[in-house]
């Protein structure tokens, strides 16, 4: 750890985090952030309510009184990494309530002090002291817990002005250390105590005596020790008796073999209940000499009665400078270790011994190793194992994991993820330890068959990131797993609970389910929580009524909204499912069979209803047959009709008729003065000739003729015609030059037999009939004279008959 600071490496920590242990709930409006903004002074302008404000990682070399002044309110102060060179603590004195005052990181040689009454945490640590920092004045804060200090030497007396202050944590950075008076840290009173060692200089191994006399947890930085083991010194007897240290950590620590088992028997026999060693070099010769030998066991003979409270050895990243050292020595005095918990970490340790005679540990962390299938094969000593921490290792073979299990009796939690596990089914039989309830084998490269291996009793299984694609039907049965972790595999649906009858929490994020079968609600009925999202969901019906079933449910949908989005159809794609909806006629067949068969019969209903009530049929019978009429006029051209033509229409009707005609039917066709002639026959007939002479006459005149059909005519007139059309091809079936008017309406019997034509018209219905309705009339008129104007040919104009 060096206090050398430069703005290019200011790595800015735009959160300011407050010292630990410390609980105070600030907002915003009063946190000031100045971090990394190469500041040579205080700046001015910082708003007067500032409670925390953060000057860390700047260029700043001195503060004054007029900086802090105007801040009456500052509780919190950071001006680590600067280039403060002197202080006046007299420039925080209107600041009564600064509680928490960082200088660490800068160039202090020299400082004045002023009592402040709230001041709870003091860092000077990293800076340039000789003597340390300690004023008359430091003695009078009892609320100090935190204090931070440097400097080069440490003198007997030192600490007595602070001696009877009750402190939570000292920090001591001693990196250019030249003299330490022995016994002078135990005149601290503190419950942690950490120190940074220089790291070029030879570990100073009263510092450790003094510090485990001092406080109950002990950490040091930078442990160096070049020199012989005939200069190291063991405790004095009468210090062991004052060392009261129960939690140590050394952190990075560079030490040959022989030391190092010298310090181990220092704390096997100190207080020390949990021994941290991180960052751990060795070096130097394992096999022992004998006069090396000689010394050990002497410190060990004066100790032989005591008991060791060492409970916890923690060894984390461990690297050794050795070619090739006999590892057996080293493991065999790890398995013989009578602990509770043994971490072994990052050591490249490819093996460990199976202790000789039960053991007391359980607890095992031996994460970030080399270990392999061979490990602990048949061990059956570690009776009291309970927890087994495998990660990052190169166990490959599932079934020898189980076996290897089988006799630790109290084993409850294996956690073997990210190895290279695998298992085949032709694979001999699995045999986990019974007692096992949570396993972790996710990061794997397992496969489906893995639940043909699975401990029976497991309650937290964590599969994820493994290979598996379905879940195996014929599997046995999980009856208290709970928790099941799936994630990261290829799934495509979600697993049923026919094996697992207890789950309650399902993770199965990231797989590739299109559409959750919506059943799994029903099978599962214990679960609690369902995960699944990051899958690619097809949003269809299907998929709404699975989320519909979840959300009413008891199990909640896990992991957030942003998660659970529609890949497919390309439609929805990118649509978060909560705001995925179709509706409920498009989901379903029944209602929208049902729906439709609604609207067809109102259709129909409304159609039947206009139909009767305004006879709808007819107007459009009517328009249809005006517009076909008005075509054929267009089309025709004048010169195809014959040029004898006077008439547009000949009008045939029964005596009984004529009121009809003459006051109806001839005024509304002849409307407009002369645009009609009509041949009718009280007015057109010539005398002295006969009356079929005449109505030839007349028909082949006329552009049209037309008959107004009623009972009377077809008793009384119809029979003048029906020979005449025998006769002539001029009235042939496909001539439209017929007009029927159906003025009332004809009973089938009343026609005799031999009016075939008539018959036949009939028949084929093509007659207007008379609407009894008035407002129908003007269609009626409207059409019939459609059906006969045409020009006629100039002559008819001139000639009358
Ligand atoms: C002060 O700033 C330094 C550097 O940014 C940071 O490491 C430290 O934690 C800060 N102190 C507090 C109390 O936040
Ligand atoms: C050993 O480790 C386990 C698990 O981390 C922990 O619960 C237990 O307290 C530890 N034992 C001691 C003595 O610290
Ligand atoms: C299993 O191990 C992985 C990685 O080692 C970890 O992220 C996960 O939380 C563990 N699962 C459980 C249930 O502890």
Redesign the pocket.
């Given at each position: 750890m060096g206090s050398s600071k430069s703005v290019s490496q200011c790595t800015c920590v735009f959160l300011f985090t407050l010292w630990n242990n410390v609980e105070l709930s600030i907002e915003n409006k009063f946190t000031a952030n100045y971090s990394c903004s190469f500041l040579t002074n205080v700046p001015k302008g910082i708003p007067m309510q500032t409670k925390v404000l953060d000057l860390s990682q700047n260029n700043i070399y001195a503060v004054h009184i007029s900086d802090f002044s105007p801040l009456p309110e500052l509780q919190v102060l950071n001006l680590s990494h600067n280039l403060i060179s002197k202080l006046d603590f007299s420039a925080f004195k209107f600041n009564n309530d600064l509680q928490y005052l960082d200088l660490s990181h800068n160039n202090m040689s020299i400082i004045k002090c002023q009592f402040m009454e709230e001041l709870r945490h003091l860092d000077l640590s990293f800076n340039k002291f000789n003597a340390l920092p300690i004023c008359q004045e430091l003695g009078i804060m009892f609320q100090l817990k935190y204090l931070g200090l440097s400097g080069t030497m440490i003198r007997r007396s030192d600490f007595r002005a602070i001696a009877h202050l009750q402190l939570n944590t000292v920090f001591l950075t001693l990196e250019d250390l030249t003299d330490y008076d022995s016994g002078s840290l135990p005149d601290l009173s503190t419950r942690n105590l950490h120190i940074v060692f220089p790291t070029n200089k030879d570990f100073n191994f009263s510092l450790l005596y003094d510090g485990m006399s001092t406080s109950e947890k002990l950490e040091f930085f930078n442990i160096k020790y070049d020199l012989s083991y005939k200069d190291f010194q063991f405790p004095p007897l009468s210090l062991e008796k004052e060392f009261k240290t129960s939690n140590l950590i050394l952190n990075n620590v560079d030490l040959s073999w022989t030391i190092i088992l010298r310090i181990f028997m220092i704390v096997w026999y100190s207080h020390v209940e949990s021994f941290t060693v991180k960052n751990l070099t060795f070096g130097g010769e394992i096999r022992l000499n004998k006069p090396d030998i000689s010394s050990i066991l002497k410190y060990q003979e004066q100790h032989f009665v005591s008991e060791s409270l060492i409970k916890v050895v923690t060894l984390e990243h461990v690297r050794n400078k050795l070619f090739y050292f006999n590892q057996e020595i080293v493991y065999l005095a790890f398995s013989k270790m009578n602990i509770e918990n043994l971490t072994i970490s990052d050591a490249n340790m490819p093996y460990m011994l199976c202790p000789e005679e039960s053991s007391l540990f359980q607890y095992f962390d031996f994460s970030y190793n080399d270990l392999t299938d061979e490990v602990f094969k048949n061990c059956s000593t570690l009776t009291h194992l309970e927890t087994f921490i495998l990660?990052?290792n190169k166990f490959e073979k599932l079934s020898k994991v189980s076996s290897m299990t089988s006799k630790m009796i109290s084993l409850k939690h294996l956690?073997i993820?990210?190895n290279l596990l695998y298992y085949n089914e032709d694979e001999k039989q699995c045999n986990w330890t019974e007692t096992l309830v949570?396993l972790?084998?996710?990061?794997n490269k397992l496969t489906d068959a893995v639940f043909k291996c699975l401990p029976l009793h497991v309650q937290?299984?964590?599969l994820?990131n493994n290979q598996i694609s379905t879940i195996p039907k014929e599997i046995t049965e999980l009856q208290a797993l709970s928790?099941l972790?799936i994630a990261f595999n290829r799934l495509t649906d979600l697993p049923g609970c026919r094996h697992f009858s207890a789950l309650e929490f399902l993770n199965i994020e990231m797989n590739q389910i299109l559409t959750p079968s919506s059943d799994f609600f029903q099978s599962c009925q214990n679960i609690r929580e369902l995960k699944a999202g990051l899958n690619p969901f097809k949003c269809s019906c299907e998929l709404q009524d699975f989320i519909n079933i979840a959300k009413q449910g008891p199990a909640r949908l896990g992991g957030s909204p942003e998660l659970y989005v529609c890949e497919y159809p390309e439609g929805w794609k990118g649509t978060q499912l909560k705001d995925f909806h179709l509706s409920k006629i498009a989901c379903n067949t029944a209602l929208l069979l049902v729906t439709v068969l609604i609207i067809t019969v109102v259709l129909v209903a409304l159609v039947s209803f206009l139909c009767i009530y305004f006879d709808a049929p007819w107007y459009l019978k009517m328009i249809w047959q005006w517009t076909q009429t008005r075509r054929w006029v267009w089309n025709r051209h004048i010169d195809e009709l014959p040029s004898h033509l006077q008439f547009h229409a000949f009008i045939s009707y029964s005596e009984h008729d004529s009121l009809w005609v003459k006051n109806d039917l001839i005024p509304n066709l002849e409307r407009e003065e002369g645009s009609i002639q009509l041949c009718v026959h009280e007015r057109n007939f010539i005398p002295g000739k006969s009356i079929v002479e005449n109505i030839i006459n007349c028909i082949e005149k006329s552009y049209k003729s037309i008959f107004v059909l009623s009972p009377n005519f077809v008793q009384s007139e119809w029979g003048h015609y029906e020979l005449y059309f025998a006769h002539h091809k001029l009235f042939s079936e496909s001539s439209n030059s017929l007009i029927l008017i159906l003025l009332d309406p004809i009973p089938q019997y009343i026609i005799p037999a031999r009016y075939h034509k008539l018959k036949a018209l009939m028949a084929k219905r093509t007659y207007l009939e008379w609407p009894k309705e008035k407002n129908k009339h003007g269609l009626f008129w409207a059409n019939l004279r459609a059906a006969i104007n045409i020009n006629l040919p100039l002559s008819a104009k001139t000639n009358k008959v």
């Amino acid at each position: 750890m060096g206090s050398s600071k430069s703005v290019s490496q200011c790595t800015c920590v735009f959160l300011f985090t407050l010292w630990n242990n410390v609980e105070l709930s600030i907002e915003n409006k009063f946190t000031a952030n100045y971090s990394c903004s190469f500041l040579t002074n205080v700046p001015k302008g910082i708003p007067m309510q500032t409670k925390v404000l953060d000057l860390s990682q700047n260029n700043i070399y001195a503060v004054h009184i007029s900086d802090f002044s105007p801040l009456p309110e500052l509780q919190v102060l950071n001006l680590s990494h600067n280039l403060i060179s002197k202080l006046d603590f007299s420039a925080f004195k209107f600041n009564n309530d600064l509680q928490y005052l960082d200088l660490s990181h800068n160039n202090m040689s020299i400082i004045k002090c002023q009592f402040m009454e709230e001041l709870r945490h003091l860092d000077l640590s990293f800076n340039k002291f000789n003597a340390l920092p300690i004023c008359q004045e430091l003695g009078i804060m009892f609320q100090l817990k935190y204090l931070g200090l440097s400097g080069t030497m440490i003198r007997r007396s030192d600490f007595r002005a602070i001696a009877h202050l009750q402190l939570n944590t000292v920090f001591l950075t001693l990196e250019d250390l030249t003299d330490y008076d022995s016994g002078s840290l135990p005149d601290l009173s503190t419950r942690n105590l950490h120190i940074v060692f220089p790291t070029n200089k030879d570990f100073n191994f009263s510092l450790l005596y003094d510090g485990m006399s001092t406080s109950e947890k002990l950490e040091f930085f930078n442990i160096k020790y070049d020199l012989s083991y005939k200069d190291f010194q063991f405790p004095p007897l009468s210090l062991e008796k004052e060392f009261k240290t129960s939690n140590l950590i050394l952190n990075n620590v560079d030490l040959s073999w022989t030391i190092i088992l010298r310090i181990f028997m220092i704390v096997w026999y100190s207080h020390v209940e949990s021994f941290t060693v991180k960052n751990l070099t060795f070096g130097g010769e394992i096999r022992l000499n004998k006069p090396d030998i000689s010394s050990i066991l002497k410190y060990q003979e004066q100790h032989f009665v005591s008991e060791s409270l060492i409970k916890v050895v923690t060894l984390e990243h461990v690297r050794n400078k050795l070619f090739y050292f006999n590892q057996e020595i080293v493991y065999l005095a790890f398995s013989k270790m009578n602990i509770e918990n043994l971490t072994i970490s990052d050591a490249n340790m490819p093996y460990m011994l199976c202790p000789e005679e039960s053991s007391l540990f359980q607890y095992f962390d031996f994460s970030y190793n080399d270990l392999t299938d061979e490990v602990f094969k048949n061990c059956s000593t570690l009776t009291h194992l309970e927890t087994f921490i495998l990660p990052r290792n190169k166990f490959e073979k599932l079934s020898k994991v189980s076996s290897m299990t089988s006799k630790m009796i109290s084993l409850k939690h294996l956690d073997i993820s990210r190895n290279l596990l695998y298992y085949n089914e032709d694979e001999k039989q699995c045999n986990w330890t019974e007692t096992l309830v949570k396993l972790n084998l996710s990061s794997n490269k397992l496969t489906d068959a893995v639940f043909k291996c699975l401990p029976l009793h497991v309650q937290i299984l964590d599969l994820q990131n493994n290979q598996i694609s379905t879940i195996p039907k014929e599997i046995t049965e999980l009856q208290a797993l709970s928790e099941l972790n799936i994630a990261f595999n290829r799934l495509t649906d979600l697993p049923g609970c026919r094996h697992f009858s207890a789950l309650e929490f399902l993770n199965i994020e990231m797989n590739q389910i299109l559409t959750p079968s919506s059943d799994f609600f029903q099978s599962c009925q214990n679960i609690r929580e369902l995960k699944a999202g990051l899958n690619p969901f097809k949003c269809s019906c299907e998929l709404q009524d699975f989320i519909n079933i979840a959300k009413q449910g008891p199990a909640r949908l896990g992991g957030s909204p942003e998660l659970y989005v529609c890949e497919y159809p390309e439609g929805w794609k990118g649509t978060q499912l909560k705001d995925f909806h179709l509706s409920k006629i498009a989901c379903n067949t029944a209602l929208l069979l049902v729906t439709v068969l609604i609207i067809t019969v109102v259709l129909v209903a409304l159609v039947s209803f206009l139909c009767i009530y305004f006879d709808a049929p007819w107007y459009l019978k009517m328009i249809w047959q005006w517009t076909q009429t008005r075509r054929w006029v267009w089309n025709r051209h004048i010169d195809e009709l014959p040029s004898h033509l006077q008439f547009h229409a000949f009008i045939s009707y029964s005596e009984h008729d004529s009121l009809w005609v003459k006051n109806d039917l001839i005024p509304n066709l002849e409307r407009e003065e002369g645009s009609i002639q009509l041949c009718v026959h009280e007015r057109n007939f010539i005398p002295g000739k006969s009356i079929v002479e005449n109505i030839i006459n007349c028909i082949e005149k006329s552009y049209k003729s037309i008959f107004v059909l009623s009972p009377n005519f077809v008793q009384s007139e119809w029979g003048h015609y029906e020979l005449y059309f025998a006769h002539h091809k001029l009235f042939s079936e496909s001539s439209n030059s017929l007009i029927l008017i159906l003025l009332d309406p004809i009973p089938q019997y009343i026609i005799p037999a031999r009016y075939h034509k008539l018959k036949a018209l009939m028949a084929k219905r093509t007659y207007l009939e008379w609407p009894k309705e008035k407002n129908k009339h003007g269609l009626f008129w409207a059409n019939l004279r459609a059906a006969i104007n045409i020009n006629l040919p100039l002559s008819a104009k001139t000639n009358k008959v």
